[in-house]
């Protein structure tokens, strides 16, 4: 059983339309959630955080977290060519004996 | 100032060479990590050091060796390397392991080819 699930994608948007990337987690007591942007050939960059049940804004991106459906969510408004890459979602999982988990990661194009 | 420098950001090297990665933050973490990445996989824990000690190692083959200098510092030396261990080399730092809301930020990684 895998510990962080996402959609493999490829997902596709029109530019100017919203992005929903999802993911879910095994581990209860998971504490800690995160969000990667990863380009193609380049290294993963950290672009959102989440700790506490609920929404956090940051600019265009909002990242959703419900523990209680072990759910945590991106959305991308205004979506843009630019935001066309691989998005890692990972938990902080001390559980596992590791401090990060990732998950497959969701392949996102935005179309111009 | 959340960087953290790899280098060489790309190598090649053939199966009976010897070859290091270099990774350095100065963010003062206590915590680093090597991860290895395959083409449209995620990164895979390889090792982890903290306070310049090992604290796991994910049964990675004895071809590559970590080393922990200082706390700035962290080094995986390659040896004897396969073909299938081609793959993007990532480093990672983080403040300290375990606290709740600690980060994992990335170096921009070494792509390395074994031929």
């Known amino acids: 059983q895998k510990e962080v699930e996402q959609n493999s994608g490829p997902l596709s948007v029109p530019e100017g339309a919203i992005a929903s990337l999802n993911c879910t987690y095994s581990?209860?007591?998971?504490?800690?959630f995160f969000w990667y942007r990863q380009y193609s050939g380049k290294s993963p960059e950290l672009i959102m955080s989440?700790?506490?049940?609920g929404d956090k804004e940051d600019g265009r991106f909002t990242a959703q977290l419900n523990k209680a459906s072990q759910y945590v969510s991106l959305l991308i408004r205004d979506s843009q060519p630019s935001d066309s890459a691989t998005y890692l979602c990972?938990?902080?999982?001390?559980?596992?004996?590791?401090?990060?988990?990732f998950g497959p990661g969701t392949r996102l194009s935005v179309l111009p | 100032d959340t960087e953290v420098t790899q280098t060489p950001k790309h190598l090649v090297m053939g199966m009976t060479n010897k070859k290091s990665l270099k990774c350095e933050q100065h963010m003062g973490h206590r915590a680093m990590y090597w991860y290895k990445q395959k083409a449209k996989k995620p990164p895979e824990l390889m090792f982890v050091y903290s306070y310049e000690k090992l604290s796991i190692n994910e049964s990675v083959p004895s071809r590559f060796s970590p080393e922990c200098p200082n706390s700035s510092l962290l080094n995986l030396h390659l040896h004897a390397l396969q073909p299938e261990d081609s793959a993007l080399y990532l480093c990672?730092?983080?403040?300290?392991?375990?606290?709740?809301?600690?980060?994992?930020?990335f170096g921009s990684g070494t792509q390395l080819s074994v031929l």
């Open positions: 990972a938990v902080n999982a001390e559980a596992y004996g590791q401090n990060f988990v």
């Open positions: 990672a730092s983080s403040q300290r392991r375990g606290s709740v809301n600690e980060k994992l930020f």
């Open positions: 581990d209860r007591v998971s504490q800690s």
């Open positions: 989440i700790y506490s049940n």
